[in-house]
T-cell receptor, first 112, second 114 residues
């Protein structure tokens, strides 16, 4: 599968501060997906980005796909304790069926 | 129904046991997946089924044997596992297509091999 590097590995923020995680690839991605996994839970699909330069928003979450389709970011404005969890980007490719390869994830801790 | 149901939620098995993990979805998804997730690691793809046929096997040892009896069910048969196989096993499903679609994951089976 396609390799994606995700940074940072961990992020501790004070409640109300912003948070950003970055995902980078050495090759052009056909699309990228973002997932959230709460502690003890399972990954939950957040969004898919397909177009070059695409920006999508979900309430306090902003997702971007780079112009070259080699990088993506997830930005959370004014974090809340409910945002705690690990955020994964995942690169998709078609190889007879659709295959996702996950980045290593960014674990977000929010200090109340 | 927008869920993927996995059973059992927890499983402890000996290295000589045979057990099966089950996964069920009724969303009409024709692609189903098995992922393995170790603690503090991302999910790793094991198998992909597309229209009930195995399309991807990510070099998984033969002690893991997948089965897709119909479009709603996915099984993972386990035999002669090793302690290092202890992990969270996640089933997922999605719409098929080259454009890609978000996966719906089940809550997983937490497997401990003793």
């Amino acid at each position: 599968g396609q390799q994606v590097m995700q940074i940072p590995q961990y992020q501790h923020v004070q409640e109300g501060e912003d948070f950003t995680t970055y995902c980078n690839s050495s090759t052009t991605l056909s699309n990228i997906q973002w997932y959230k996994q709460r502690p003890g839970g399972h990954p939950v699909f957040l969004i898919q980005l397909v177009k070059s330069g695409e920006v999508k928003k979900q309430k306090r979450l902003t997702f971007q796909f780079g112009e070259a389709k080699k990088n993506s970011s997830l930005h959370i404005t004014a974090t809340q304790t409910t945002d705690v969890g690990t955020y994964f980007c995942a690169a998709g490719r078609w190889a007879g069926s659709y295959q996702l390869t996950f980045g290593k994830g960014t674990k977000l801790s929010v200090i109340p | 129904d927008t869920e993927v149901t996995q059973t059992p939620k927890h499983l402890v098995m000996g290295m000589t046991n045979k057990k099966s993990l089950k996964c069920e979805q009724h969303m009409g998804h024709r692609a189903m997946y098995w992922y393995k997730q170790k603690a503090k690691k991302p999910p790793e793809l094991m198998f992909v089924y597309s229209y009930e046929k195995l399309s991807i096997n990510e070099s998984v040892p033969s002690r893991f044997s997948p089965e897709c009896p119909n479009s709603s069910l996915l099984n993972l048969h386990l035999h002669a596992l090793q302690p290092e196989d202890s992990a969270l096993y996640l089933c997922a499903s999605s719409t098929t297509g080259q454009l890609g679609y978000g996966y719906t994951f089940g809550s997983g089976t937490r497997l401990t091999v003793v």
